[in-house]
């Protein structure tokens, strides 16, 4: 509620785990509201699962979802929030005017500097198109995997196990603790080369990806490479920046759910309860709205141990599965 007032309107922005909850949320208590819903692609997957399995299940095609619901779709990038005027300005649509907002943008992956950034094949994280991916990985044998978080270990895994032969980069895997030459050696026993303490310098190619250089000097064959550079809240549209307090701004009508309230995500590497995080915190966030509950919440911490945990449990499930079985067709879909 908007002092006490009402609200007729909400835009949502983003159509992740806590955009798409929040909307499925508003809709189960109320159907006249009016629904805008913001996002620049025309689907929604959970990034995390195809991460670790190639799996599209859930896939929601937001122009369904959209109609289903009641529910207006923008298809579009934003470039801007005016936050004292109330309007969000896009890169192709007309401006709109916002009652209430919910930034759900979640987080986009950390950009690193090197030559040959946009070839055709190269994937940051935050930025995989699932359907682009299927077609390339059906003509790439050979792929790179620069990773600096447990998610890239994961991807490492799940594009060996659909056939393709996978070489590791990465920077010094501290993260990993005590564990890092556990992760190391089971990756090797798949048949996963791992390259440690190194950089990508170039990504060389006419169009399409045909070989990385990595420095120390040398040069990989490669026709895709997947960068796993970390993240950050996607949050650089607004005018001005904002302070988050429980998904509440000091901006009357403006609310963030989801991976962009994290503070410190620049500082995980492990993302173990994004997903869920992001679904309690559009619950509490559609409760608060209509129904003036409160908004409190306090997110879990990874402790040494738990992360330990994660390491093991993750080699422990793949330890007995052949890795050599290509399975694109059945993952992939």
């Known amino acids: ?9 909400i835009a949502v922005l983003g159509a992740g785990e806590a955009g ?6 508003i809709r189960e208590k109320n159907t006249g509201i009016k629904l805008t819903l913001i996002d620049k692609n025309a689907y929604y997957f959970d990034k995390a699962k195809f991460i670790n399995s190639l799996d599209l299940k859930g896939y929601i095609d937001l122009k369904d979802f959209s109609k289903e619901n009641n529910i207006t779709f923008i298809q579009d990038v934003v470039e801007r929030i005016n936050l004292k005027q109330k309007k969000i300005y896009f890169k192709q649509a007309e401006p709109i005017d916002f009652e209430a907002l919910v930034v759900a943008s979640g987080a986009k992956s950390k950009s690193i ?3 040959g950034e946009r070839r055709e094949g190269l994937f940051y994280l935050s930025d995989i198109n699932p359907f682009e991916l299927k077609g390339l990985l059906k003509l790439s044998s050979e792929l790179i995997v620069y990773v600096t978080t447990f998610l890239g270990i994961k991807l490492c895994v799940s594009l060996k196990s659909a056939g393709k032969d996978v070489r590791v980069l990465g920077d010094n895997w501290d993260f990993l603790g005590s564990l890092k030459e556990k992760v190391v050696s089971f990756l090797n026993d798949k048949q996963i080369n791992v390259h440690l303490n190194v950089t990508v310098e170039e990504v060389i190619g006419e169009g399409q990806v045909k070989a990385t250089k990595i420095s120390p000097l040398k040069v990989f064959s490669s026709q895709m490479v997947f960068l796993d550079t970390g993240f950050s809240s996607n949050l650089d549209f ?14 009357e009508g403006v609310f963030v759910a989801g991976d962009c309230t994290k503070r410190d995500i620049e500082n995980d590497y492990f993302y173990a309860y994004n997903s869920e995080e992001a679904r309690i915190q559009a619950e509490l966030l ?15 911490t990874l402790s040494e141990e738990d992360k ?5 449990d993750f ?3 793949r330890e007995n599965i052949n890795l050599e079985n290509p399975s694109l067709d059945k993952t992939v879909s």
């Open 286 to 300: 559609s409760e608060f709205m209509l129904e003036a509950k409160e908004a409190s919440f306090m997110p879990k």
């Open 315 to 317: 080699i422990s499930a």
């Open 238 to 251: 607004f005018e001005v920046p904002i302070n988050i307090t429980n998904m509440l701004t000091e901006f």
């Open 113 to 115: 500097p090197f030559k």
């Open 1 to 9: 509620m908007l002092n006490n007032q009402k609200i007729n309107s």
């Open 20 to 25: 798409i909850t929040f909307m499925k949320k």
């Open 308 to 312: 330990q945990k994660l390491i093991t």
